[in-house]
């Protein structure tokens, strides 16, 4: 066999066996990948978490940005909304640590071994990484309101999408963050068998369905609710315990409650 028909035939067979992965590899794959999460020194999953918030910060502002240029009519969220995806492509492809991430990564080493330990440390990569989060939207939320770097018909297209993030109820956050909390989850399952071009498509797909079904995502919502914070429009406890921690639940229990459980559910007889 020539140099050529045998380089074609082992490309063959890793596009296939890549193709075929089972789940119980993916799943192997992203459990490895949550155990390194675990390791990682708190000063190293601070700094990731903080960039994370102010990164995610950019689909607030490219979304806004949209907003004030396009008139107000039915079809103007399916544009607007295409600005939610550049945050999450930052954010991802540069991996840097997302709050939402994590309720998937962590999770499947402890499905696999529930000890104290594994406890103890999911808990700790949560607190640092969902803490570090809003401290980076905090940041950017403070320097967008007060720091004078938008033009002001921009930052008014800013100030709506905060608006009506915040209009909704504890109770609507909550609900609406179940399936953006699944979707986060579902992408992160999704994206070790993607190449780097299907990383791209993937990250937009899945998170412009977020944006344009109006669901709740903790992380990019807590910078909106702060920018309404320093311009006095909203009240910090309401931002906190009227929108912020019922989307934490609704995202935890979207994509570690249902996706990671029912993930794990599909793979223990093969692992």
């Not at 380089?7 to 992203?30: F, L, T």
């Not at 929108?243 to 794990?264: D, K, M």
């Amino acid at each position: 066999m020539s140099e050529k028909a045998q380089a074609n035939q082992d490309e063959d067979q890793q596009v296939e066996e890549y193709s075929k992965a089972p789940s119980s590899v993916i799943y192997e794959a992203i459990r490895r990948e949550g155990e390194h999460e675990l390791s990682r020194s708190t000063s190293a999953l601070w700094w990731s978490g903080v960039a994370a918030g102010l990164a995610i910060s950019t689909s607030v502002l490219a979304e806004g940005f949209l907003a004030a240029i396009l008139p107000h009519a039915e079809w103007t969220p399916a544009i607007t909304n295409l600005g939610y995806t550049v945050g999450f492509l930052i954010v991802i492809l540069g991996r840097m640590q997302l709050f939402t991430e994590n309720t998937i990564l962590p999770i499947l080493p402890l499905f696999l071994s529930p000890t104290r330990s594994n406890f103890v440390q999911t808990a700790r990569l949560w607190g640092i990484v969902f803490a570090a989060n809003l401290v980076g939207c905090l940041a950017a939320a403070l320097v967008l309101v007060h720091g004078n770097i938008l033009p002001a018909e921009r930052f008014a297209g800013v100030l709506a999408i905060s608006r009506h993030y915040a209009e909704a109820t504890s109770v609507e956050h909550f609900a609406w963050a179940v399936p953006a909390g699944f979707l986060i989850a579902a992408l992160v399952w999704i994206l070790p068998r993607m190449e780097s071009a299907g990383e791209v498509l993937m990250i937009v797909i899945v998170t412009y369905i977020i944006g344009l079904g109006g669901m709740s995502h903790v992380v990019a919502g807590s910078t909106e609710l702060f920018v309404l914070v320093f311009t006095g429009e909203l009240g910090l406890a309401t931002a906190l315990f009227g929108c912020i921690l019922p989307a934490l639940a609704g995202n935890v229990l979207g994509g570690t409650g249902i996706f990671a459980a029912l993930t794990y559910a599909q793979v223990r007889e093969e692992i």
